[in-house]
């Protein structure tokens, strides 16, 4: 049974709505954004203000139907969160976008000069962080992968404050589809996805919500009742086992109506909701550089997502806190009275 330390507690209630249930918009994508942004322009580099721009629109047209925001430090906070109401739940990102391919695997790590500490400081919410994982990727590689799971799950645990884990499988160099970018990799296999999911639900880890991709590709994902469902539904099903915690689903660039699929199985596993970014806003981005037509299109069309969205997590998406994780009686303060603030720690 998992048992929260108030600081946690607190930070989790922060990020989901009343109702316990969590509707987050993702705003740290760093290459899916610089990237086309860079092609406009035909330049190497995306320029800052065109970037930062659009993340702060995002934060300004799509937090009303959100718990909360993910941002990250080298963009959407600086420009865009004197936007974020303090309503919000503030989700801030730590893993650095760029990873180094050994020839083994990927291997992730933290942005410079960015650290658990600092998002706490600045009155984060809770840490997010992605690794690239493969069960089959070089031992060496998939033990560098753990040993930086843990370092931030340690940390997260020091300083008090949710972990919210992502976990993202992607080719090895024998695979026939190759990808560097931030996208689903395509013919995953769902046993690298379910064995990643086990790893790292380990108490080790300190995991406190999971961000996770579909266990089939998101194209294939068929209806709740159409052809091959119910042996869809098994490895979502599998999925929550394993997670043994809250957990939510994220898009990885999936479409719209395929996005709304994989929610549906997610829900029926015991998904508490979605942590989204690209699902919901790159349709406006693809107007870019119409800043008045994006503005439009995310105030109307992706807004009206959303609500679709969140009608299926309010209806189907199990809140939090009744998690079986943290036992019969939920996520509760602990010790009620008090005697707590003698046995809770101060940082070292």
């Given at each position: ?6 600081g946690?507690l607190w930070?989790?209630r922060?990020l989901?709505?009343t109702?316990?249930r ?7 994508q760093?290459?899916p954004?610089?990237a086309p942004i860079?092609?406009?322009?035909g330049l190497d580099?995306a320029p800052y203000?065109d970037?930062?721009?659009?993340k702060?629109l995002l934060?300004?047209?799509l937090?009303a ?9 080298h963009?959407?906070?600086?420009r865009?969160l ?16 760029v990873f ?6 990927r291997?992730?790590?933290e ?8 998002i706490?400081?600045m009155?984060?919410d809770?840490?997010?962080v ?18 930086f ?12 404050i949710?972990?919210v884990?992502e976990?993202?499988?992607?080719p090895?160099a ?11 990799l ?6 690298d996805?379910?064995?990643s999911?086990e790893t790292f639900?380990?108490s080790?880890?300190?995991?406190d919500?999971?961000k996770?991709?579909?266990?089939v590709?998101?194209?294939?994902v ?7 469902a ?5 490895l979502f099903?599998?999925m929550?086992r394993?997670a043994?915690?809250?957990w939510?689903?994220?898009s ?5 109506e395929?996005?709304?699929r994989i929610?549906?199985h997610a829900f029926r596993?015991g998904?508490s ?6 699902a919901?806003?790159?349709e406006?981005?693809?107007h870019?550089?119409d800043?008045?037509r994006?503005?439009?299109a995310l105030?109307?069309?992706?807004a009206a997502?959303?609500r679709t969205?969140?009608s299926l997590?309010?209806a189907k998406?199990?809140p939090?806190?009744v998690?079986p994780?943290y036992?019969a009686?939920g ?5 009620a ?6 046995s809770?720690?101060?940082l070292a």
């Amino acid at each position: 049974m998992i048992a929260l330390s108030p600081g946690k507690l607190w930070g989790m209630r922060r990020l989901a709505d009343t109702g316990g249930r969590f509707k987050m918009t993702a705003v740290d994508q760093r290459p899916p954004i610089k990237a086309p942004i860079a092609a406009h322009y035909g330049l190497d580099e995306a320029p800052y203000d065109d970037v930062a721009g659009f993340k702060a629109l995002l934060i300004e047209t799509l937090q009303a139907e959100s718990s909360a925001m993910l941002l990250d430090p080298h963009f959407a906070i600086p420009r865009g969160l004197r936007f974020l109401s303090p309503q919000k739940g503030l989700v801030v990102t730590l893993e650095d976008s760029v990873f180094r391919e050994t020839g083994q695997g990927r291997v992730s790590q933290e942005i410079d000069n960015w650290s658990v500490g600092k998002i706490k400081r600045m009155g984060g919410d809770a840490v997010k962080v992605l690794a690239w994982y493969r069960p089959d990727a070089g031992a060496a590689v998939c033990a560098q992968q753990r040993d930086f799971t843990k370092r931030i799950g340690e940390a997260c645990q020091r300083f008090d404050i949710p972990f919210v884990f992502e976990l993202l499988v992607y080719p090895l160099a024998a695979d026939a589809h190759q990808t560097r970018d931030y996208v689903e990799l395509k013919g995953k296999k769902a046993d690298d996805v379910l064995k990643s999911v086990e790893t790292f639900a380990a108490s080790d880890y300190g995991v406190d919500l999971f961000k996770l991709e579909s266990p089939v590709n998101a194209d294939d994902v068929p209806g709740a009742d159409g052809d091959g469902a119910a042996a869809v539904q098994a490895l979502f099903d599998e999925m929550g086992r394993l997670a043994g915690r809250p957990w939510v689903m994220l898009s990885a660039g999936a479409g719209e109506e395929a996005f709304r699929r994989i929610l549906t199985h997610a829900f029926r596993a015991g998904a508490s909701g979605y942590l989204a970014g690209r699902a919901i806003w790159l349709e406006a981005f693809s107007h870019f550089p119409d800043w008045p037509r994006m503005r439009a299109a995310l105030e109307t069309d992706a807004a009206a997502y959303m609500r679709t969205l969140n009608s299926l997590t309010d209806a189907k998406a199990m809140p939090w806190d009744v998690h079986p994780a943290y036992g019969a009686n939920g996520a509760r303060f602990c010790p009620a009275d008090a005697g707590f603030r003698h046995s809770y720690g101060e940082l070292a």
